[in-house]
């Protein structure tokens, strides 16, 4: 390793920092929510109808989603599964002590202070997942720094979007197909835009898979699909809404894949299945169904939105993303536009057309707690008729089906011009020339982070020795070439 992609300084002296700012954030201003403060628990209280366990089982399993999940799906490579694990590992864990502090600020700040309990940390868990969707498309030609720094500084774009978006536009978007797919995917594009590097158009030696990185890889694909309704129905509104959250979820999960193994068998030269293709676009249906999932779309609308998916998502990473990379300086790595910005698209326009066929007569007066702005403002007859109906009903805006609609449409292009811009800010800052950026011939390659083991030694020499062979025959060809 040379010194300029030494870690030994850069890491620690950031890691350091970083933990010096949190403890005095910490100390400062976070505090215990109601639900975690020993002083409000008295023999009145039922410790049974603690928010820890209506929460709690949502956070586990996106935890799992988190750190098995995505590492092990980011694995894939055959020089690179330390890195992709490992450097997930650490992003995430940055990430989410990162977002418990600036989405505190925004979402549990009140009497001066941020209050803690498990809903801030699955909130967290949310933003963090935003981090390491965009991680994937610079996957490979990136160091621990640069991805640390990085989610530095996405962590607060995504905060002060979701703030601005959730309470100025007001939207409907149970899923994140919006706030979690659209801004990460984007953001991760702007990022990977900056960094481009015209030599990795060509291939490298180093950007293969292994039998067993593809096995890894998978089981990562299959975390995240077990895992994907609590994804998707963590925060909806509990009781029925939450319940359709699953079902769609499930539903659309259950038709992407099927469709993705035909569409791999047919569209193979050999008539085989793809590994990649199982990998990635079986999860296409999760992100489809997102922003109508705890809509009454009807169990039919997921299964269709999930081959809509599917299919948007396996011709995206056949055609698109070469394209995306020789034409409009877009290395996206691991397919992110795929399987998050097209899918999310789709997504979106499946919600706005769920917000414009939503009638009471489908879901009677709960229609105005599913979709609240739409809900009679305060002062109007017909709110105190509703809340006869639905106790603790709040006031809304009184908006039109058309109305919302509209919002909807305005958040979806705020949310992608905002994570651009920011996805190439950031990119211009880990681009600097201290941030340890592996040289394209390092690229993809644990080697230079990593104290790798005897039998990767092994591999990586005779890759080497392979390579030096080509480049030998190859000058060889050339003088005879010229000789004749």
Known sequence: MNSSTSLRVRLPVLVLVFEVVMIILFSLFVTYDDNANARLQNNETNPMENSLYRDYPYFADVQVMIFVGFGCLLAFFRFYGFSGMIFNFLTATFAIQWAIVIQGFFQFYYDGKIHLGVINLLNAEFACAVVLISFGAVIGKTSPVQLLVMALLEIPMFSVVEWAVLKYIRINDAGGSILIHLFACYFGLGVT??????????????????????????MGTLFLWVFWPSFNSALTLKGDDQHRAILHTFIGLSSSTITAFALSAVFNKRGKLTMADIQNVTLAGGVTVGA??????????????????????????????????????????????????????????????????????????????????????????????????????????????????????????????????????????????????PSDKDCFDDDLFFDVPSDFDKAHQALISFEEKSQMSSIDTKEVSKSV
Do not use: W
């Open 292 to 437: 109508s999932v705890d809509m009454m779309i009807s169990p039919v609308a997921a299964y269709v939105l999930g081959i809509m998916g599917c299919t948007a998502c396996f011709f995206g990473y056949r055609y698109l993303t070469p394209f995306m990379a020789r034409h409009m300086r877009i290395q996206d790595q691991c397919g992110i536009h795929n399987l998050h910005g097209l899918t999310g698209l789709i997504s979106s326009t499946a919600g706005i057309c769920g917000i414009l066929l939503a009638t009471e007569e489908t879901y009677g007066p709960s229609m105005y707690q599913i979709f609240s702005h739409r809900a009679p403002p305060v002062g109007h007859p017909k709110l105190l008729e509703l809340q006869k109906l639905i106790p603790g009903l709040k006031p809304g805006l009184g908006r039109t089906a058309q109305e919302q609609a509209l919002y909807q449409v305005a958040a979806i292009f705020a949310t992608i011009a905002a994570s651009a811009v920011g996805g190439l800010l950031t990119g211009m800052v880990i681009k600097l020339p201290f941030m340890a950026s």
């Open 193 to 218: 835009f900056v960094l481009y590097r015209p030599s990795l158009n060509k291939g490298h030696s180093k950007e293969i898979t292994s039998y067993q990185s593809d096995i890894l890889s998978v």
